[in-house]
């Protein structure tokens, strides 16, 4: 669930700039003149990614967020009244209106996943780092959320950290995960057991090799 916008909280910076012009005019020239606020969805993206790499540089450490100060520049950018652009940034769940981790560990507990084992993949993060769902580590390496179908339903359970996608997980190799992420170390992304994609648990098959194993009877 998306935490309440505090809008003066003592963690919004009173001011944001984007770093890069070219980056917002190459945004803007996407969309007619007079369509701008098709803008405000890829601007907000731009400026929690431009947090993120700030964040990166952090002592303690944080992950990418969009402060109001950004949402307020993005309003200007396009010419509508910040309201605007706080439906958008509180509506949809891949905005992070508050402060998060470094790294932010998307738990999924659909259908799916919830069927293949996600809450012992939920407990298995809580008890490696010792914090909750909503939370945050002390050394700001790592939060937690629970959130809706990530769309690797065939592969569950799963979990996104921060763009990366993490798949037929268990609770053993989830906690893996965290510790080479936590020592800096490259963990590959996708299926964690090596499977293509989201070709079925026994391997590939294909129409041709079905009507072969049929006729001969195995």
Same mark, same amino acid.
């Given at each position: 669930m998306k935490k309440h916008l505090d809008l003066h909280a003592a963690y919004q910076p009173q001011s944001f700039s984007f770093r890069s012009a070219e980056a917002v005019k190459d945004i803007l020239d996407r969309y007619p003149e007079g369509r701008e606020r098709s803008a405000i969805m890829p601007l907000l993206d731009l400026a929690q990614r431009q947090m993120a790499e700030e964040g990166a540089k952090a002592t303690p450490p944080y992950g990418g967020w969009i402060p109001r100060a950004a949402m307020d520049e993005i309003a200007r950018i396009v010419n509508i009244a910040p309201i605007k652009v706080y439906e958008v940034a509180t509506f949809y769940s891949m905005y992070n209106i508050e402060p998060v981790g470094q790294y932010l560990v998307q738990m999924c507990?659909?259908?799916?996943?919830? %069927?293949?084992? *996600?809450?012992?993949? !939920? +407990?298995?993060?809580?008890?490696?780092?010792?914090?909750?769902?909503?939370?945050?580590?002390?050394?700001?390496? &790592? *939060?937690?959320?629970? !959130?809706?179908? %990530?769309?690797?339903?065939?592969?569950?359970?799963? !979990?996104?950290? /921060?763009?990366? &996608? &993490? @798949?037929?997980?268990?609770?053993?190799?989830? !906690?893996?995960?965290?510790?080479?992420?936590?020592?800096? +170390?490259?963990?590959?992304?996708? *299926?964690?057991?090596?499977?293509? /994609? *989201?070709?079925?648990?026994?391997?590939?098959?294909?129409? +041709? @090799?079905?009507?072969?194993?049929?006729?001969?009877?195995?």
């Open positions: 507990t659909t259908t799916p996943c919830m %069927l293949c084992g *996600s809450d012992n993949i !939920v +407990k298995a993060c809580q008890d490696r780092l010792g914090i909750g769902l909503g939370e945050t580590t002390a050394d700001g390496r &790592f *939060s937690l959320m629970e !959130v809706e179908c %990530l769309g690797a339903c065939v592969n569950a359970p799963m !979990v996104q950290i /921060n763009d990366d &996608f &993490f @798949e037929d997980l268990t609770p053993a190799r989830m !906690v893996e995960i965290i510790d080479l992420i936590e020592h800096d +170390k490259t963990v590959p992304v996708g *299926s964690q057991t090596g499977r293509l /994609n *989201s070709q079925a648990a026994g391997g590939g098959t294909t129409l +041709k @090799e079905t009507d072969k194993a049929r006729k001969s009877g195995t």
